[in-house]
């Protein structure tokens, strides 16, 4: 099973660790294009019109002018530098040792800057985003989709694909369509259903969790998953077609899913 996940807006820096090590991440045949868009990131971030470029507010100011040292500062775990709801709902902290390596092998974070990461390869916080247009790269999906493909193909082999990706990130790679189901959720209140975005990142936080917590077998089939995500919720599959992944459909129930 692969499980895909966004990676988070906000970041957690680490207070202490090694620097950045390009070498260490998964994916390997992706090092010299994440030099590329690390190199092109830090020069733009030293500009004075950065912040317009990289789509960020004043307010976010000192996560710019971190990306100009990236190489230099302290790296920490995925898991741990990437947070918000959806990480905060999967809780790795809080998980088995068992269950943590099961996440670390599972689980594969889409990135504008590092193209996709392994939940244990150690990153440091940064600040870009996969709709940013970078100087001397040009548009990060497009740039990206290119390189990805290769790479996550191999890795996704005949595995099962839970896409929990935001459509900022799920068009710069897709899976084979019969083995890749995309996770949407729905409220359903009176009988009308409505997209629920910010209970959407956290109910698919909760189900990445609850997959990779759950006893039995991992799911091998969008039919699997439908089962196993039944579990928890009121859930519907909606079967792949030629070019389309399948949709498992979470379906909220009046007040269900929300945070307190």
Not at 98 to 106: E, G, S, V
Not at 126 to 146: I, T
Not at 164 to 183: D, I, K
Not at 223 to 249: F, H, I, M, Y
Request: glycine content about 8%.
């Amino acid at each position: 099973m692969l499980i895909l996940l966004p990676p988070s807006e906000g970041k957690t820096a680490a207070g202490k660790g090694r620097p950045l090590d390009l070498t260490s991440l998964a994916f390997p045949e992706l090092t010299d294009a994440r030099a590329e868009v690390l190199g092109a990131l830090s020069k733009i971030s030293a500009h004075d019109d950065a912040k317009t470029v990289l789509k960020v507010g004043e307010s976010l100011a000192h996560e710019v002018s971190r990306n100009i040292i990236l190489h230099e500062l302290p790296a920490a775990p995925a898991h741990s530098v990437y947070s918000g709801v959806l990480y905060d709902a999967l809780g790795y902290r809080t998980m088995t040792p068992t269950q943590k390596r099961k996440a670390d092998a599972a689980v594969v974070v889409v990135s504008a800057l590092w193209g996709a990461v392994g939940f244990a390869d150690a990153l440091p916080a940064y600040r870009l985003s996969m709709s940013v247009d970078l100087p001397g790269v040009g548009k990060l999906a497009a740039f990206w989709r290119e390189r990805l493909t290769p790479a996550l193909d191999e890795r996704a082999g005949e595995s099962l694909i839970v896409d929990c990706r935001s459509s900022t990130y799920s068009g710069v790679w897709s899976g084979q369509p019969e083995r890749t189901v995309a996770v949407n959720v729905f409220q359903e209140r009176n009988g009308q259903r409505t997209v629920v975005s910010h209970f959407a990142k956290h109910t698919r936080g909760e189900l990445a969790r609850h997959l990779l917590t759950r006893r039995g077998k991992q799911p091998a089939t969008p039919r699997d998953l439908l089962r196993a995500a039944s579990e928890r919720w009121t859930c519907e599959l909606v079967p792949a077609g030629p070019r389309k992944a399948a949709q498992l459909n979470i379906v909220l129930q009046g007040g269900e899913g929300r945070l307190t």
